[in-house]
């Protein structure tokens, strides 16, 4: 059982270009969530999803997009991406009735260097 | 605002003490908390997930507790071992679809 799988693991963009980072989780939940980490901040909620076809911005939405076409993949995009993006970003699920009701499940990151 | 606080920010214990990591909030209406545990570039794992009707729940050599009305959790580790060295990271869930983190703190179990 893979539970929460990230792709790419690490990636290096230059300013301005543009990249998705895919999530996907095998463990048919409903709800999906795109985090940032940041040194001396926590991980901070940028995008989520309630279910398939669902979006919704967390605390830290500007310069991201996502989109969850199906239930078990949740992207997200960097349409231009800046500095302040570097990063490490997570993925997570949680089952029936969200966090409120169960458990998140978190996947690998993704190690983002902008320069 | 909703916030949560881990102190100490480090912290190091010779092999097979006991100790106590703690974590406090800012609203004493939560829903649950969540503690992780995160090694150097890795993934978060859960841990222990504590309803806001529970005092406590436990798994192996870990016990973490809530007193919601002084907004606390702590997580006992027994007889601490060098695999337990990481970063422990304290997670609350307010209501909604958001876990809000403090910024964990960082055992060292000295052999």
């Known amino acids: 059982n893979a539970g929460v799988t990230q792709t790419p693991k690490f990636r290096v963009l230059k300013t301005g270009q543009s990249m998705t980072l895919l999530c996907a989780q095998d463990?048919?939940?409903?709800?999906m969530y795109w985090y940032r980490q940041d040194p001396g901040m926590g991980l901070r909620l940028i995008h989520y999803?309630?279910?398939?076809?669902?979006?919704a911005k967390g605390e830290v939405p500007d310069g991201y997009n996502v989109s969850r076409l199906k239930k078990q993949n949740f992207l997200l995009g960097l349409e231009s991406a800046a500095p302040s993006q570097t990063s490490v970003y997570f993925c997570?699920?949680?089952?029936?009735?969200?966090?409120?009701?169960?458990?998140?499940?978190f996947g690998q990151g993704t190690r983002l260097t902008v320069v | 605002k909703q916030e949560v606080t881990q102190i100490p920010a480090a912290l190091s214990v010779p092999e097979g003490e006991n100790l106590v990591l703690n974590c406090s909030f800012t609203?004493?209406?939560?829903?649950?908390l969540q503690w992780f545990r995160q090694d150097p570039g890795k993934g978060l794992t859960s841990l222990l997930l504590?309803?806001?009707?529970?005092r406590e729940q436990t798994s192996g050599r870990l016990n973490a507790s809530l007193d919601k009305s002084s907004g606390r959790s702590t997580l006992y580790i027994a007889a601490s071992q060098p695999g337990d060295s990481a970063t422990y990271l304290c997670?609350?869930?307010?209501?909604?679809?958001?876990?809000?983190f403090g910024t964990g703190t960082r055992l060292t179990i000295i052999p």
């Open positions: 463990m048919n939940h409903e709800y």
């Open positions: 997670a609350v869930n307010f209501g909604n679809e958001k876990l809000t």
């Open positions: 999803s309630v279910g398939e076809g669902t979006t």
């Open positions: 504590i309803q806001s009707s529970q």
């Open positions: 997570a699920s949680s089952g029936s009735g969200g966090l409120v009701n169960t458990e998140a499940f």
């Open positions: 609203d004493s209406a939560i829903y649950n």
